[in-house]
């Protein structure tokens, strides 16, 4: 069985002492046995987070880092950093990263592989665009943007590897997936990664659903059998992100 994976994607919001707070009156909320929870919280709050979830089974993450050790990269983050910080996961490839900030197919695949040589655990995304979706592009799409990373990755790193489906057009729009929906890309991710590699790999990956996952849809979302899990983004900056974690 794949432990499920809920992990909260603050993005930019919160300053220390909010996120301070915010955690210390919701952890025990929060706590969970049945999944891995993970707050990936912005790198200026990361300590003060880490520090406030210690005696909780509540893990931190970042949201990015660089494929480089170190170097004239202004305002950039390693993964070596991270990795110093005992932080075990950070998020790779988000589609605000991709569109803002210009990050290509193959720069995500270096990513995951750094993170993964500096004991990270990547929750790589992927999505297709509206405008992919109504020309019937998703999977196209997704056949892209996940080659792009198993190319870098054998098979014992794929199987760490954490696969975030991102569609763009229900990210912060209101607008989400159907249970339907999310399930058939997701379960067409297994099957690329059962069709690069094997099956035992396939299995092992936990594939997350994200796109305005909210205390409503959460159970019919993680009740598919394909999706082990969500990265929430608005919905996890509210105390009533327990009632994502506690979904059963």
């Known amino acids: 069985m794949r432990k499920k994976v809920i992990a909260g994607n603050w993005k930019m919001n919160k300053t220390p002492a909010d996120a301070k707070t915010f955690v210390s009156e919701n952890k025990a909320a ?3 046995n049945n999944a891995e929870v993970v707050l990936c919280v912005p790198y200026v709050s990361l300590h003060a987070v880490q520090n406030e979830l210690k005696g909780t ?8 880092m660089h ?4 170097g004239a990269y202004t305002a950039e983050i390693s993964g070596e950093m991270l990795s110093s910080m ?3 996961y950070v998020i790779i490839g988000h589609s605000e990263r991709r569109e803002y900030y210009a990050e290509s197919n193959a720069a995500v695949g270096k990513k995951t592989k750094k993170a993964l040589s500096c004991n990270l655990i990547p ?4 999505g297709e665009l509206l405008e992919e979706r109504e020309q019937d592009l998703t999977f196209d799409v997704l056949r892209t943007q996940l080659t792009a990373v198993m190319d870098y990755l054998n ?26 929906q999310a399930e058939e890309a997701c379960a067409f991710i297994r ?3 059962r ?19 909210t205390p409503a849809n959460a159970a019919k979302l993680f009740a598919m059998p394909n999706i082990d899990g969500g990265l929430v983004g608005g919905a996890s900056l509210v105390p009533s992100f327990a009632q994502v974690i506690h979904h059963e």
Not at 123 to 126: M, Q, Y
Not at 195 to 213: C, D, P, Q
Request: charged residues 25%; negative net charge.
């Open 123 to 126: 929750i790589t995304c992927i």
């Open 57 to 64: 089974n509540i893990k931190v993450g970042a949201q990015n």
């Open 67 to 70: 494929y480089m050790k170190e």
């Open 191 to 193: 099957k690329l990664i």
């Open 155 to 180: 098979e014992d790193e794929m199987a760490k590897v954490v696969i975030a489906y991102e569609p763009v057009w229900a990210i912060g729009t209101g607008k989400t997936a159907t249970e339907e």
């Open 30 to 32: 929060f706590d969970s």
């Open 86 to 88: 005992d932080v075990p």
């Open 195 to 213: 069709s690069y590699f094997n099956h035992e790999t396939a299995e092992k990956v936990r594939i997350l659903y994200g796109g305005s996952v």
